[in-house]
């Protein structure tokens, strides 16, 4: 099932979707040794992508938005999806990231559904301006040319039904020189609630010749093999499914280089316990302190141990954690052969919410297929995956 980006072989075309405040390199750490247990020797086993970088922040070299594009020491393709309006702007976010960061990877974000992006013009409703998103592909892969990095996109249905851009859109990336294109197969209207439409997978995996990867509704292995053999896409990537789960990197590799997914990873409830704890230990190296690690692994507590019986006072506890002592403690708590709870299988997991009522875009943006008077502002920030 090798998948090729450019000149980047992925014999395990698997990636994590860039998710706001969750892909620090810690957690992308965790992801990849899962993976790489599952398939030793297979590098890259998939591509686990830091969360979404204003293309601004990097280009002006802002130290806030550069310390968060910090890689995984381990992982031989470091990944970074960037945001921008601005074709110059983000030519120079890719010069300066692959040029003095060491970043292997650039994918371009065009699918974030956030109001505070989309009334700029940006994320999931850029794509209905033909000739910036031209523009800003272009640009994108001319600059990260001369380093030999692969350049891809993350993309959505449309706007909404009566807005699809999906079709135009991977056509352009094509024609630009684009390696891959990601569709979550939902619209920016949608945004992360309903059930993901396979379908228009199918139909740009028929409208293009460079690898399609899926987006949408994997919440197991199982999941990704049916969307791969339904619609023909090349890979999937996976972003609510894997949160509180990096072992679904494990069951994805396997399945695969198999083909098949022969086994499936159901933890204890210590053996969840045990990851915890080496997300803790990664998390406190990557933030050179126990307090912000501990702050920053609390909101992992949920996730990690949902439909487990912790019992409310233990799950309390675990989401006001503030020390690796403490940790322990709690932990010890837990029942460590507590069964993994089956009926939380092919569930969804992290935010969903509901539709929204009228997506927000700049006055008078679907008026026309191109910019016309618009004077696009960049910046902004948002979250991805799906």
Not at 28 to 36: D, F, K, L
Not at 117 to 128: A, K, S
Not at 256 to 277: K, S, Y
């Amino acid at each position: 099932m090798t998948c090729h980006l450019g000149g980047v072989s992925l014999p395990v075309p698997v990636f994590l979707a860039p998710m706001a405040g969750v892909t620090n390199p810690a957690y992308r750490q965790i992801c990849r040794e899962q993976a790489e247990a599952a398939v030793p020797g297979a590098r890259p086993a998939g591509v686990f992508t830091c969360e979404m970088i204003t293309a601004r922040g990097v280009a002006d070299r802002i130290a806030k938005t550069l310390s968060m594009m910090a890689p995984d020491p381990g992982d031989p393709l470091f990944s970074v999806q960037l945001y921008g309006t601005e074709p110059s702007v983000i030519a120079r976010a890719i010069t300066v990231a692959c040029g003095e960061q060491g970043v292997r990877h650039i994918d371009l974000n065009f699918g974030c559904p956030v109001p505070k992006v989309t009334r700029r013009g940006g994320g999931g409703v850029l794509p209905w301006k033909l000739d910036l998103f031209r523009s800003i592909v272009e640009a994108a892969v001319r600059a990260a040319e001369p380093f030999g990095i692969p350049v891809t996109l993350k993309t959505r249905i449309g706007i909404d039904q009566d807005h699809v851009t999906m079709l135009d859109t991977a056509r352009i990336a094509q024609d630009c020189g684009i390696a891959a294109v990601t569709l979550h197969a939902r619209t920016v209207e949608q945004a992360y609630s309903g059930q993901a439409d396979w379908q228009a997978i199918s139909d740009v995996v028929q409208a293009v010749r460079i690898p399609v990867i899926g987006n949408g509704d994997i919440w197991e292995a199982s999941d990704a093999l049916t969307m791969m053999t339904q619609t023909g896409c090349a890979g999937v990537c996976v972003g609510r499914g894997a949160l509180g789960r990096p072992w679904i990197f494990r069951d994805l590799a396997a399945a695969m280089i198999h083909g098949h997914p022969d086994t499936q990873t159901l933890p204890t409830a210590g053996e969840v316990a045990a990851m915890v704890r080496r997300h803790a230990e990664l998390l406190v190296q990557h933030f050179g302190d126990e307090r912000h690690g501990m702050a920053d692994l609390r909101k992992h507590m949920t996730w990690y141990f949902k439909g487990f019986s912790l019992g409310s006072d233990l799950r309390q506890d675990l989401g006001l954690v503030s020390s690796l002592i403490q940790l322990d403690e709690l932990l010890a708590r837990i029942d460590p052969d507590e069964p993994f709870p089956r009926h939380e299988l092919h569930s969804p997991r992290g935010r969903q919410g509901s539709p929204r009522s009228k997506v927000t875009v700049p006055y008078g943006w679907l008026d026309s297929r191109t910019l016309d008077h618009f004077d696009v502002p960049d910046g902004g920030a948002g979250a991805s995956g799906g």
